[in-house]
């Protein structure tokens, strides 16, 4: 659809496609009486194929699936559009947190009810198609990382749904070798829904309130209204559109808190280099809230335009999480991902270490070349901004926001805590509890 297709009203108008929009659309349309809009920055194409295969990321410099943000440090800072969103872009991994990552959430989050909606998307015949990858899919360098953890930490089974502190086989939202999208799994079966209307290639560049009511959205030169409006367009991108409706931090209307998960790679020069796979099968989870991930290959392999730098091992802080901001400079969006602190550093020192014994270990003789391992001193990112709008002090326990009628968030931005996993299992899973809910209404 386009622009011009945009009606003057909607019971409720979500704003973003992908993770979470494309499973709130869904629900929230399932009532015949409900007339649901879902605007999408994006393109109107749904990804290919092409697009979708694990084995590349198409998130290169002009890419239309991939949205890049300014960064102070010169960081790459990317997240996707279009139908899906960062699930047709992303690397394929679909792990759950681990489930006391949840204890700090608020009332209603109850263990079970969790368990319950990350059921419908990842167990056997779950809406997201996931399943670990197996013995025969690894690449070699993951084979050897696996070969050496599991003679150290516990190993999960691959079929146990909840990582654990120990080796944890990636689980993957996949059909074979293609990502299988929010799109895919939730908005294609709903298109024909008389009651859902879809209006892609349009940006919401605010809100339009009425005191403490927002009351609808700004598109270009249109005012679209609404019952409810419900941002799901990502940590970053719904952070913007509330800093443009001056609706940001409790203290600075201009700026957001948010927090990311920095990381540090231990590259090495490698004398195998196999078929292409996706990027990454396996992970540790330490004790400390670490995540070591194996990288199949040179991140060169998978996004075009990137200077090979060889392949890695990446070491991420997990939980609590770099503190971070969005903030709007010029007329744009400034994302600054933060500075890890003292404690955050030694962490990932001491990871990095373990890293670069496992790499010059004899499991790995014969495929890392001798004196080639090498830390990179960039910390870096690993592109999951949340946090910015967190259950508790920001929005409830349904992503409503705190002192903001017709106003409800359902994405990334409402993570209260950090997860020991990344977040994209669990954002989807938010959303399917959200929805259900609000659909019962």
């Given at each position: 659809?386009?622009?011009?297709?945009?009606?003057?009203?909607?019971?409720?108008?979500?704003?973003?496609?992908?993770?979470?929009?494309?499973?709130?659309?869904?629900?929230?349309?399932?009532?015949?009486?409900?007339?649901?809009?879902?605007?999408?920055?994006?393109?109107?194409?749904?990804?290919?194929?092409?697009?979708?295969?694990?084995?590349?990321?198409?998130?290169?410099?002009?890419?239309?699936?991939?949205?890049?943000?300014?960064?102070?440090?010169?960081?790459?800072?990317?997240?996707?559009?279009?139908?899906?969103?960062?699930?047709?872009?992303?690397?394929?991994?679909?792990?759950?947190?681990?489930?006391?990552?949840?204890?700090?959430?608020?009332?209603?989050?109850?263990?079970?009810?969790?368990?319950?909606?990350?059921?419908?998307?990842?167990?056997?015949?779950?809406?997201?198609?996931?399943?670990?990858?197996?013995?025969?899919?690894?690449?070699?360098?993951?084979?050897?990382?696996?070969?050496?953890?599991?003679?150290?930490?516990?190993?999960?089974?691959?079929?146990?749904?909840?990582?654990?502190?120990?080796?944890?086989?990636?689980?993957?939202?996949?059909?074979?070798?293609?990502?299988?999208?929010?799109?895919?799994?939730y908005l294609r079966d709903a298109l024909g829904r008389t009651n859902l209307t879809?209006?892609?290639?349009?940006?919401?560049?605010?809100?339009?309130?009425?005191?403490?009511?927002?009351?609808?959205?700004?598109?270009?030169?249109?005012?679209?209204?609404?019952?409810?409006?419900?941002?799901?367009?990502?940590?970053?991108?719904?952070?913007?559109?509330?800093?443009r409706s001056g609706l940001g931090g409790p203290t600075d209307r201009d700026v957001?808190?948010?927090?990311?998960?920095?990381?540090?790679?231990?590259?090495?020069?490698?004398?195998?280099?196999?078929?292409?796979?996706?990027?990454?099968?396996?992970?540790?989870?330490?004790?400390?809230?670490?995540?070591?991930?194996?990288?199949?290959?040179?991140?060169?392999?998978?996004?075009?335009?990137?200077?090979?730098?060889?392949?890695?091992?990446?070491?991420?802080?997990?939980?609590?999480?770099?503190?971070?901001?969005?903030?709007?400079?010029?007329?744009?969006?400034?994302?600054?991902?933060?500075?890890?602190?003292?404690?955050?550093?030694?962490?990932?020192?001491?990871?990095?270490?373990?890293?670069?014994?496992?790499?010059?270990?004899?499991?790995?003789?014969?495929?890392?070349?001798?004196?080639?391992?090498?830390?990179?001193?960039?910390?870096?990112?690993?592109?999951?901004?949340?946090?910015?709008?967190?259950?508790?002090?920001?929005?409830?326990?349904?992503?409503?926001?705190?002192?903001?009628?017709?106003?409800?968030?359902?994405?990334?931005?409402?993570?209260?805590?950090?997860?020991?996993?990344?977040?994209?299992?669990?954002?989807?899973?938010?959303?399917?509890?959200?929805?259900?809910?609000?659909?019962?209404?």
């Open positions: 659809m386009t622009l011009g297709d945009l009606p003057a009203t909607a019971d409720v108008v979500i704003v973003g496609a992908g993770s979470a929009g494309c499973v709130v659309a869904e629900r929230l349309s399932r009532n015949p009486d409900r007339t649901v809009l879902l605007i999408e920055r994006g393109s109107s194409e749904w990804p290919t194929e092409a697009v979708r295969d694990l084995r590349g990321l198409p998130i290169a410099l002009g890419s239309p699936y991939a949205v890049p943000h300014e960064e102070p440090s010169g960081l790459a800072v990317v997240r996707g559009r279009g139908f899906g969103g960062s699930s047709s872009v992303n690397g394929g991994y679909f792990l759950r947190w681990h489930a006391d990552d949840f204890a700090d959430w608020p009332a209603g989050w109850r263990i079970d009810e969790i368990g319950s909606s990350y059921a419908e998307l990842d167990a056997r015949g779950g809406t997201m198609s996931v399943s670990p990858f197996a013995d025969g899919e690894l690449a070699e360098v993951t084979a050897r990382f696996e070969s050496y953890w599991s003679g150290i930490v516990p190993v999960r089974p691959p079929d146990d749904a909840w990582p654990i502190v120990g080796l944890n086989r990636v689980r993957s939202n996949r059909d074979g070798m293609m990502r299988r999208t929010a799109a895919e799994a879809i209006c892609a290639d349009a940006e919401v560049a605010g809100l339009r309130r009425s005191g403490a009511q927002v009351t609808g959205v700004v598109v270009g030169d249109t005012v679209v209204g609404a019952g409810e409006v419900v941002l799901c367009a990502g940590a970053i991108g719904t952070a913007v559109i509330l800093l957001l808190a948010v927090r990311e998960h920095r990381e540090v790679l231990v590259h090495y020069r490698s004398r195998v280099d196999g078929p292409p796979t996706a990027l990454l099968q396996s992970v540790v989870h330490t004790a400390d809230d670490l995540e070591i991930r194996c990288y199949s290959s040179d991140m060169a392999r998978y996004i075009k335009g990137l200077p090979p730098v060889g392949p890695a091992i990446g070491v991420a802080a997990m939980r609590p999480g770099t503190r971070g901001t969005v903030r709007m400079a010029g007329g744009g969006p400034i994302v600054d991902l933060g500075v890890v602190d003292v404690a955050e550093a030694a962490r990932l020192d001491r990871g990095v270490a373990t890293v670069a014994d496992m790499l010059r270990s004899p499991v790995f003789a014969d495929i890392v070349e001798p004196g080639s391992v090498a830390v990179d001193p960039v910390v870096r990112t690993s592109q999951h901004a949340w946090g910015s709008m967190p259950m508790g002090p920001r929005t409830d326990e349904l992503g409503a926001v705190v002192g903001v009628r017709g106003l409800r968030i359902v994405d990334g931005s409402i993570l209260p805590t950090a997860g020991r996993s990344g977040p994209h299992a669990t954002i989807m899973m938010v959303a399917c509890r959200i929805a259900d809910v609000l659909a019962g209404r």
